[in-house]
Protein backbone atom coordinates (compact mmCIF):
# COMPACT_ATOMS: atom_id res chain seq x y z
CA UNK A 1 0.00 0.00 0.00
CA UNK A 2 1.00 3.98 -0.10
CA UNK A 3 2.71 5.14 3.09
CA UNK A 4 0.59 8.97 4.56
CA UNK A 5 2.95 10.74 2.63
CA UNK A 6 2.07 9.25 -0.80
CA UNK A 7 -1.62 9.33 -0.11
CA UNK A 8 -3.75 12.17 -2.48
CA UNK A 9 -7.07 13.14 -1.30
CA UNK A 10 -9.22 15.92 -1.91
CA UNK A 11 -11.37 17.01 1.32
CA UNK A 12 -14.97 19.08 0.00
CA UNK A 13 -17.63 19.96 3.05
CA UNK A 14 -18.04 16.85 4.62
CA UNK A 15 -16.45 14.04 2.05
CA UNK A 16 -13.01 12.96 1.27
CA UNK A 17 -12.47 11.61 -2.24
CA UNK A 18 -9.20 10.08 -3.25
CA UNK A 19 -7.70 12.05 -6.43
CA UNK A 20 -7.73 8.90 -8.78
CA UNK A 21 -5.77 9.12 -12.32
CA UNK A 22 -6.90 8.20 -15.51
CA UNK A 23 -5.30 4.97 -16.22
CA UNK A 24 -5.39 5.83 -20.16
CA UNK A 25 -3.78 9.00 -19.73
CA UNK A 26 -0.99 8.53 -22.16
CA UNK A 27 1.61 11.05 -19.55
CA UNK A 28 0.59 8.04 -16.93
CA UNK A 29 1.25 5.08 -19.13
CA UNK A 30 4.75 6.63 -20.31
CA UNK A 31 5.98 7.01 -16.22
CA UNK A 32 4.32 3.55 -15.24
CA UNK A 33 6.03 1.70 -18.78
CA UNK A 34 9.58 3.82 -17.92
CA UNK A 35 9.29 2.72 -14.22
CA UNK A 36 8.56 -0.99 -15.14
CA UNK A 37 11.58 -0.58 -17.08
CA UNK A 38 14.17 1.08 -14.44
CA UNK A 39 13.11 -2.22 -12.01
CA UNK A 40 13.93 -4.58 -14.84
CA UNK A 41 17.44 -3.02 -15.91
CA UNK A 42 17.81 -2.93 -11.95
CA UNK A 43 17.50 -6.87 -11.66
CA UNK A 44 20.80 -7.75 -9.60
CA UNK A 45 21.71 -4.36 -9.09
CA UNK A 46 22.18 -2.71 -5.42
CA UNK A 47 18.64 -1.14 -3.71
CA UNK A 48 20.68 1.94 -3.46
CA UNK A 49 21.31 2.31 -7.36
CA UNK A 50 17.43 1.92 -8.06
CA UNK A 51 16.62 4.29 -5.43
CA UNK A 52 18.78 6.84 -6.79
CA UNK A 53 17.51 6.38 -10.63
CA UNK A 54 14.16 6.72 -9.34
CA UNK A 55 14.82 9.78 -7.78
CA UNK A 56 16.20 11.34 -11.16
CA UNK A 57 13.09 10.51 -12.71
CA UNK A 58 10.49 11.83 -9.74
CA UNK A 59 12.81 15.56 -10.24
CA UNK A 60 12.32 15.38 -13.86
CA UNK A 61 8.49 14.81 -13.61
CA UNK A 62 6.16 17.63 -12.09
CA UNK A 63 3.63 14.87 -10.08
CA UNK A 64 6.61 13.82 -7.89
CA UNK A 65 3.83 12.19 -5.82
CA UNK A 66 2.51 9.63 -8.09
CA UNK A 67 5.52 9.03 -9.51
CA UNK A 68 7.39 7.59 -5.84
CA UNK A 69 3.47 6.46 -5.24
CA UNK A 70 4.00 4.30 -8.17
CA UNK A 71 7.87 3.14 -7.24
CA UNK A 72 6.43 2.86 -4.25
CA UNK A 73 3.99 -0.20 -5.14
CA UNK A 74 6.89 -1.36 -7.60
CA UNK A 75 8.99 -2.42 -4.72
CA UNK A 76 6.02 -3.96 -2.62
CA UNK A 77 6.73 -6.35 -6.00
CA UNK A 78 10.29 -6.82 -4.95
CA UNK A 79 12.62 -9.16 -2.95
CA UNK A 80 15.79 -7.29 -1.77
CA UNK A 81 18.88 -9.90 -0.44
CA UNK A 82 21.86 -9.72 1.09
CA UNK A 83 24.17 -11.07 -1.22
CA UNK A 84 27.75 -11.97 -0.43
CA UNK A 85 30.43 -14.96 -0.91
CA UNK A 86 31.10 -14.98 2.89
CA UNK A 87 28.68 -13.36 5.51
CA UNK A 88 29.61 -9.35 5.83
CA UNK A 89 29.79 -9.12 9.67
CA UNK A 90 32.47 -11.69 9.15
CA UNK A 91 34.23 -9.66 6.46
CA UNK A 92 33.62 -6.82 8.69
CA UNK A 93 35.18 -8.70 11.78
CA UNK A 94 38.40 -10.02 10.23
CA UNK A 95 38.89 -7.01 8.28
CA UNK A 96 39.14 -4.86 11.59
CA UNK A 97 41.50 -7.52 13.36
CA UNK A 98 43.86 -7.68 10.79
CA UNK A 99 44.23 -3.80 10.88
CA UNK A 100 44.56 -3.26 14.04
CA UNK A 101 47.63 -5.85 13.74
CA UNK A 102 49.29 -3.37 11.03
CA UNK A 103 48.76 0.30 12.78
CA UNK A 104 46.40 1.80 15.64
CA UNK A 105 42.65 2.10 14.52
CA UNK A 106 42.82 5.94 14.80
CA UNK A 107 46.14 7.16 13.48
CA UNK A 108 47.31 10.04 11.47
CA UNK A 109 46.80 8.84 7.60
CA UNK A 110 50.39 8.52 5.87
CA UNK A 111 51.58 7.89 2.14
CA UNK A 112 51.59 4.18 2.38
CA UNK A 113 47.95 4.68 3.84
CA UNK A 114 46.18 2.68 0.35
CA UNK A 115 49.37 0.47 -0.02
CA UNK A 116 48.06 -0.41 3.88
CA UNK A 117 44.90 -1.20 3.14
CA UNK A 118 44.84 -3.21 -0.13
CA UNK A 119 47.53 -5.54 1.87
CA UNK A 120 44.92 -5.92 4.83
CA UNK A 121 41.99 -6.29 2.12
CA UNK A 122 44.36 -9.05 0.23
CA UNK A 123 44.86 -11.22 3.19
CA UNK A 124 41.36 -11.45 4.04
CA UNK A 125 40.10 -12.25 0.87
CA UNK A 126 42.82 -14.90 0.73
CA UNK A 127 42.07 -16.22 4.08
CA UNK A 128 38.25 -16.14 3.06
CA UNK A 129 39.36 -17.83 -0.19
CA UNK A 130 37.16 -15.16 -1.96
CA UNK A 131 38.39 -12.34 -4.60
CA UNK A 132 39.68 -9.31 -3.46
CA UNK A 133 36.74 -7.44 -5.22
CA UNK A 134 33.85 -10.06 -2.96
CA UNK A 135 36.15 -9.12 0.07
CA UNK A 136 35.83 -5.25 -0.63
CA UNK A 137 31.95 -5.28 -1.60
CA UNK A 138 31.28 -7.66 0.91
CA UNK A 139 32.31 -6.10 3.85
CA UNK A 140 29.20 -3.72 4.05
CA UNK A 141 26.59 -5.68 1.77
CA UNK A 142 24.16 -6.12 4.20
CA UNK A 143 23.55 -2.78 5.32
CA UNK A 144 19.91 -1.73 3.14
CA UNK A 145 21.31 0.32 0.33
CA UNK A 146 23.82 -2.45 -0.79
CA UNK A 147 21.05 -5.15 -1.15
CA UNK A 148 20.55 -6.52 -4.53
CA UNK A 149 17.15 -6.41 -5.87
CA UNK A 150 16.85 -10.38 -6.70
CA UNK A 151 13.42 -10.77 -7.32
CA UNK A 152 10.70 -8.55 -9.18
CA UNK A 153 7.42 -9.81 -10.00
CA UNK A 154 7.72 -13.16 -11.35
CA UNK A 155 11.52 -12.17 -12.89
CA UNK A 156 14.29 -13.17 -10.92
CA UNK A 157 17.60 -12.07 -11.38
CA UNK A 158 20.06 -14.57 -13.00
CA UNK A 159 23.43 -13.76 -10.73
CA UNK A 160 21.08 -14.03 -7.74
CA UNK A 161 18.71 -17.18 -8.71
CA UNK A 162 20.19 -18.57 -6.09
CA UNK A 163 19.86 -15.97 -3.44
CA UNK A 164 16.28 -15.41 -4.77
CA UNK A 165 15.07 -19.35 -4.28
CA UNK A 166 16.27 -19.19 -0.80
CA UNK A 167 14.04 -16.36 0.30
CA UNK A 168 11.36 -16.56 2.83
CA UNK A 169 9.23 -13.64 2.22
CA UNK A 170 6.00 -14.28 2.72
CA UNK A 171 3.50 -11.49 1.89
CA UNK A 172 -0.32 -11.84 3.88
CA UNK A 173 -2.03 -11.78 0.29
CA UNK A 174 0.21 -11.28 -2.46
CA UNK A 175 1.02 -13.65 -5.19
CA UNK A 176 3.45 -16.76 -4.82
CA UNK A 177 5.95 -16.50 -8.32
CA UNK A 178 3.70 -19.52 -9.94
CA UNK A 179 0.64 -17.59 -9.79
CA UNK A 180 2.49 -14.49 -11.64
CA UNK A 181 1.91 -14.34 -15.48
CA UNK A 182 4.23 -13.46 -17.58
CA UNK A 183 3.08 -9.71 -18.24
CA UNK A 184 0.92 -9.57 -14.71
CA UNK A 185 3.47 -6.48 -14.13
CA UNK A 186 2.17 -4.14 -17.15
CA UNK A 187 1.41 -0.31 -16.82
CA UNK A 188 -2.18 -0.87 -16.14
CA UNK A 189 -2.16 -3.11 -13.53
CA UNK A 190 0.40 -0.73 -12.11
CA UNK A 191 -1.86 2.50 -12.74
CA UNK A 192 -5.20 0.60 -11.72
CA UNK A 193 -3.48 -0.60 -8.81
CA UNK A 194 -1.93 2.47 -7.91
CA UNK A 195 -5.67 3.62 -7.43
CA UNK A 196 -6.68 0.93 -5.27
CA UNK A 197 -3.86 2.34 -2.95
CA UNK A 198 -5.26 5.87 -3.07
CA UNK A 199 -8.17 4.52 -1.83
CA UNK A 200 -6.63 2.24 0.64
CA UNK A 201 -5.27 5.03 2.24
CA UNK A 202 -7.84 6.93 2.88
CA UNK A 203 -9.36 3.70 5.01
CA UNK A 204 -6.56 4.49 7.96
CA UNK A 205 -7.99 6.35 9.97
CA UNK A 206 -12.03 5.03 9.32
CA UNK A 207 -13.74 4.66 12.40
CA UNK A 208 -16.68 2.76 10.65
CA UNK A 209 -17.25 1.14 7.01
CA UNK A 210 -20.28 -0.30 5.99
CA UNK A 211 -20.39 -2.59 3.24
CA UNK A 212 -23.06 -4.46 1.14
CA UNK A 213 -22.42 -7.41 -1.19
CA UNK A 214 -24.42 -9.14 -3.46
CA UNK A 215 -22.14 -11.91 -4.69
CA UNK A 216 -19.22 -13.83 -3.73
CA UNK A 217 -20.03 -13.68 -0.39
CA UNK A 218 -17.55 -16.72 0.99
CA UNK A 219 -14.82 -14.48 -0.54
CA UNK A 220 -15.87 -11.17 0.83
CA UNK A 221 -16.03 -12.83 4.46
CA UNK A 222 -13.15 -14.49 4.38
CA UNK A 223 -10.84 -11.55 4.00
CA UNK A 224 -13.14 -9.79 6.99
CA UNK A 225 -11.96 -13.14 9.09
CA UNK A 226 -8.31 -12.90 7.28
CA UNK A 227 -7.75 -9.51 8.65
CA UNK A 228 -9.23 -9.67 12.08
CA UNK A 229 -11.68 -6.79 11.59
CA UNK A 230 -14.46 -6.27 13.84
CA UNK A 231 -17.94 -6.99 12.45
CA UNK A 232 -21.71 -7.20 12.29
CA UNK A 233 -23.89 -8.52 9.38
CA UNK A 234 -27.34 -7.84 8.37
CA UNK A 235 -29.47 -9.58 5.72
CA UNK A 236 -30.34 -7.34 2.82
CA UNK A 237 -32.79 -7.11 -0.49
CA UNK A 238 -31.79 -6.11 -4.18
CA UNK A 239 -32.34 -2.40 -3.15
CA UNK A 240 -29.84 -2.50 0.29
CA UNK A 241 -32.83 -2.60 2.61
CA UNK A 242 -32.46 -4.95 5.48
CA UNK A 243 -34.70 -7.93 6.05
CA UNK A 244 -35.77 -10.13 8.63
CA UNK A 245 -34.43 -13.28 7.43
CA UNK A 246 -31.30 -14.42 5.73
CA UNK A 247 -33.75 -16.80 3.45
CA UNK A 248 -34.97 -13.51 2.25
CA UNK A 249 -31.53 -11.75 1.51
CA UNK A 250 -30.73 -10.73 -1.86
CA UNK A 251 -27.21 -9.46 -0.31
CA UNK A 252 -25.33 -8.59 2.86
CA UNK A 253 -24.86 -5.59 5.32
CA UNK A 254 -21.48 -6.10 6.94
CA UNK A 255 -20.97 -2.90 9.90
CA UNK A 256 -17.01 -3.26 10.40
CA UNK A 257 -15.69 -0.99 13.34
CA UNK A 258 -12.67 0.79 12.22
CA UNK A 259 -9.20 1.63 14.00
CA UNK A 260 -10.20 5.11 15.48
CA UNK A 261 -13.46 3.60 16.83
CA UNK A 262 -11.27 1.58 19.54
CA UNK A 263 -10.50 3.16 23.26
CA UNK A 264 -6.95 3.59 22.47
CA UNK A 265 -6.72 3.99 18.37
CA UNK A 266 -4.59 1.82 16.69
CA UNK A 267 -2.96 2.62 13.44
CA UNK A 268 -2.46 -1.39 12.87
CA UNK A 269 -5.95 -2.22 13.05
CA UNK A 270 -6.77 0.60 10.60
CA UNK A 271 -4.49 -1.48 8.12
CA UNK A 272 -6.47 -3.93 8.52
CA UNK A 273 -9.13 -2.28 7.08
CA UNK A 274 -7.24 -0.54 4.24
CA UNK A 275 -5.68 -3.92 3.57
CA UNK A 276 -9.24 -5.77 3.27
CA UNK A 277 -10.48 -3.07 0.52
CA UNK A 278 -9.15 -5.39 -2.18
CA UNK A 279 -11.88 -7.97 -1.54
CA UNK A 280 -14.47 -5.87 -2.56
CA UNK A 281 -13.72 -5.42 -6.36
CA UNK A 282 -13.50 -9.16 -6.70
CA UNK A 283 -17.40 -8.86 -6.81
CA UNK A 284 -19.73 -7.94 -9.47
CA UNK A 285 -22.07 -5.43 -7.15
CA UNK A 286 -20.91 -3.69 -4.24
CA UNK A 287 -20.88 -0.67 -2.26
CA UNK A 288 -18.45 0.86 0.48
CA UNK A 289 -19.43 3.73 2.64
CA UNK A 290 -16.75 4.80 5.48
CA UNK A 291 -16.73 7.46 8.03
CA UNK A 292 -13.03 9.07 8.16
CA UNK A 293 -11.48 10.93 11.28
CA UNK A 294 -9.91 14.39 10.12
CA UNK A 295 -8.25 16.22 12.91
CA UNK A 296 -7.12 18.90 10.02
CA UNK A 297 -3.84 19.17 11.57
CA UNK A 298 -5.75 21.87 14.42
CA UNK A 299 -7.49 21.07 17.48
CA UNK A 300 -10.97 20.96 15.94
CA UNK A 301 -11.71 16.71 14.66
CA UNK A 302 -14.34 16.17 12.19
CA UNK A 303 -15.88 13.33 10.59
CA UNK A 304 -15.55 13.02 6.83
CA UNK A 305 -17.55 10.73 4.38
CA UNK A 306 -15.69 8.44 2.17
CA UNK A 307 -17.78 5.75 -0.50
CA UNK A 308 -16.88 3.88 -3.22
CA UNK A 309 -18.77 1.28 -5.63
CA UNK A 310 -18.29 -1.33 -8.26
CA UNK A 311 -18.83 2.17 -10.57
CA UNK A 312 -15.19 3.29 -9.73
CA UNK A 313 -13.72 0.78 -12.17
CA UNK A 314 -11.53 -0.54 -8.87
CA UNK A 315 -9.73 -3.97 -9.44
CA UNK A 316 -8.41 -6.03 -7.31
CA UNK A 317 -4.61 -8.18 -6.76
CA UNK A 318 -6.34 -10.49 -4.25
CA UNK A 319 -7.11 -13.82 -5.04
CA UNK A 320 -10.99 -14.87 -5.12
CA UNK A 321 -12.14 -17.83 -3.49
CA UNK A 322 -12.32 -21.08 -5.69
CA UNK A 323 -15.48 -23.09 -6.43
CA UNK A 324 -14.97 -25.52 -4.16
CA UNK A 325 -13.07 -26.41 -1.22
CA UNK A 326 -12.43 -29.77 -1.18
CA UNK A 327 -12.73 -32.46 -3.84
CA UNK A 328 -15.17 -34.06 -2.03
CA UNK A 329 -17.56 -31.03 -2.66
CA UNK A 330 -16.39 -30.54 -6.11
CA UNK A 331 -17.37 -34.74 -6.70
CA UNK A 332 -20.65 -34.17 -5.16
CA UNK A 333 -21.18 -30.99 -7.41
CA UNK A 334 -20.62 -33.18 -10.63
CA UNK A 335 -23.07 -35.88 -9.21
CA UNK A 336 -25.89 -33.39 -8.58
CA UNK A 337 -25.66 -32.61 -12.58
CA UNK A 338 -26.27 -36.27 -12.91
CA UNK A 339 -28.48 -36.96 -10.94
CA UNK A 340 -33.19 -37.23 -11.45
CA UNK A 341 -33.83 -34.51 -8.64
CA UNK A 342 -35.79 -31.66 -9.19
CA UNK A 343 -33.91 -30.25 -5.87
CA UNK A 344 -31.23 -27.61 -6.72
CA UNK A 345 -27.62 -27.58 -5.46
CA UNK A 346 -26.48 -24.22 -5.16
CA UNK A 347 -23.05 -23.36 -3.77
CA UNK A 348 -22.42 -21.11 -0.65
CA UNK A 349 -25.67 -19.14 -0.48
CA UNK A 350 -25.88 -17.93 2.80
CA UNK A 351 -24.46 -16.59 5.26
CA UNK A 352 -25.25 -17.35 9.28
CA UNK A 353 -24.33 -14.54 11.66
CA UNK A 354 -22.77 -16.11 14.96
CA UNK A 355 -22.30 -12.86 16.74
CA UNK A 356 -18.14 -12.67 16.45
CA UNK A 357 -17.93 -15.12 13.82
CA UNK A 358 -19.83 -15.52 10.87
CA UNK A 359 -20.62 -19.45 9.20
CA UNK A 360 -20.66 -19.93 5.89
CA UNK A 361 -22.53 -22.99 4.51
CA UNK A 362 -21.23 -25.22 1.69
CA UNK A 363 -24.37 -25.46 -0.11
CA UNK A 364 -27.62 -24.50 -0.36
CA UNK A 365 -30.42 -27.24 -1.78
CA UNK A 366 -33.37 -25.66 -2.68
CA UNK A 367 -36.86 -27.22 -4.75
CA UNK A 368 -39.10 -25.26 -6.57
CA UNK A 369 -41.94 -25.03 -4.54
CA UNK A 370 -39.96 -22.55 -2.19
CA UNK A 371 -38.40 -24.95 0.32
CA UNK A 372 -34.64 -25.04 1.02
CA UNK A 373 -31.62 -26.88 3.63
CA UNK A 374 -28.78 -25.74 4.13
CA UNK A 375 -26.08 -27.80 3.77
CA UNK A 376 -22.76 -28.69 5.35
CA UNK A 377 -20.05 -30.59 4.64
CA UNK A 378 -17.49 -31.76 7.32
CA UNK A 379 -14.14 -33.62 5.99
CA UNK A 380 -10.85 -34.18 5.93
CA UNK A 381 -9.59 -31.11 8.55
CA UNK A 382 -7.28 -30.67 11.55
CA UNK A 383 -8.12 -31.43 15.04
CA UNK A 384 -8.26 -27.46 15.58
CA UNK A 385 -10.53 -27.01 12.08
CA UNK A 386 -12.56 -29.58 13.26
CA UNK A 387 -13.27 -28.69 17.25
CA UNK A 388 -13.94 -25.10 15.44
CA UNK A 389 -16.57 -26.00 12.54
CA UNK A 390 -18.68 -28.40 15.47
CA UNK A 391 -18.90 -25.19 17.97
CA UNK A 392 -20.18 -22.86 14.56
CA UNK A 393 -23.06 -25.81 14.10
CA UNK A 394 -23.96 -25.76 17.47
CA UNK A 395 -24.03 -22.14 17.79
CA UNK A 396 -26.14 -21.60 14.32
CA UNK A 397 -28.74 -23.66 15.16
CA UNK A 398 -30.83 -23.86 12.23
CA UNK A 399 -33.69 -26.22 11.95
CA UNK A 400 -32.83 -26.34 8.25
CA UNK A 401 -29.06 -27.33 8.77
CA UNK A 402 -28.04 -30.57 7.40
CA UNK A 403 -24.56 -31.92 7.82
CA UNK A 404 -22.70 -34.68 5.75
CA UNK A 405 -19.71 -35.77 8.12
CA UNK A 406 -16.94 -38.11 7.07
CA UNK A 407 -16.47 -41.28 9.10
CA UNK A 408 -12.83 -40.89 9.18
CA UNK A 409 -13.07 -38.26 11.66
CA UNK A 410 -12.30 -38.52 15.20
CA UNK A 411 -16.04 -37.54 16.19
CA UNK A 412 -19.08 -39.00 16.81
CA UNK A 413 -23.31 -38.76 17.44
CA UNK A 414 -22.13 -37.01 20.36
CA UNK A 415 -20.46 -34.03 18.90
CA UNK A 416 -23.69 -33.41 17.32
CA UNK A 417 -25.96 -33.72 20.11
CA UNK A 418 -29.74 -32.35 19.74
CA UNK A 419 -29.48 -32.51 15.64
CA UNK A 420 -27.62 -35.99 15.10
CA UNK A 421 -30.73 -37.15 13.15
CA UNK A 422 -29.67 -34.51 10.17
CA UNK A 423 -26.47 -35.61 10.21
CA UNK A 424 -25.63 -37.81 7.31
CA UNK A 425 -22.25 -39.97 7.74
CA UNK A 426 -20.42 -41.30 4.46
CA UNK A 427 -17.07 -42.72 3.84
CA UNK A 428 -15.35 -42.01 0.49
CA UNK A 429 -18.01 -40.30 -1.02
CA UNK A 430 -21.79 -38.29 -0.66
CA UNK A 431 -24.31 -39.99 -2.64
CA UNK A 432 -26.49 -37.27 -3.69
CA UNK A 433 -30.07 -38.99 -2.73
CA UNK A 434 -28.84 -39.88 0.79
CA UNK A 435 -28.58 -35.86 0.83
CA UNK A 436 -31.82 -35.62 -0.64
CA UNK A 437 -33.42 -37.70 1.57
CA UNK A 438 -32.62 -35.49 4.75
CA UNK A 439 -33.55 -32.37 2.64
CA UNK A 440 -37.20 -33.83 2.27
CA UNK A 441 -37.36 -34.22 5.62
CA UNK A 442 -36.28 -30.90 6.93
CA UNK A 443 -36.76 -28.56 4.29
CA UNK A 444 -38.62 -25.63 5.17
CA UNK A 445 -40.53 -22.96 3.35
CA UNK A 446 -37.57 -20.08 2.42
CA UNK A 447 -39.16 -16.86 3.96
CA UNK A 448 -40.33 -18.70 7.07
CA UNK A 449 -36.90 -19.49 8.43
CA UNK A 450 -35.68 -17.32 11.47
Not at 248 to 269: M, N, P, Q
Request: glycine letters at 4%; charged letters at 30%.
Amino acid sequence: MLTANLARSRTREDTITPLFIDASEQQYQETAEELIQIFEAHLGEPKGDLEDTIDQLTIADTDYKVVQGLAKLLKDECEFETVAPVEPHEIRQRLFEKANESYPIVRQPTLGEDTQKLEVYSSVADALGITLEECHQGMYADLEEHKRLVRFGHRVSDECQDAAESSTTTQLTGDSEESYAADTITPDWLLTRYNLALAQAVLYDATEMRVRVWDSFATVFSYVKLFGLMHRIYPIDSNGNRVGSTDAADGYEAILDGAASLFSKSRKYGIRMANFLPALPLCDRWEMEADILDDGGGSTTLTLSFALDDTDDLSSHYAAQSDFDSDVERTLAQKWERANTDWELIREDDVLDLGAEVMLPDFAIEHPDGRRVIFEIVGFWTPEYLAEKLAKIREANRDNLIVAVSERLDCSSEDFDGMDDRVLWFKSGIHVYDVVELAEEYAIEAFSAE
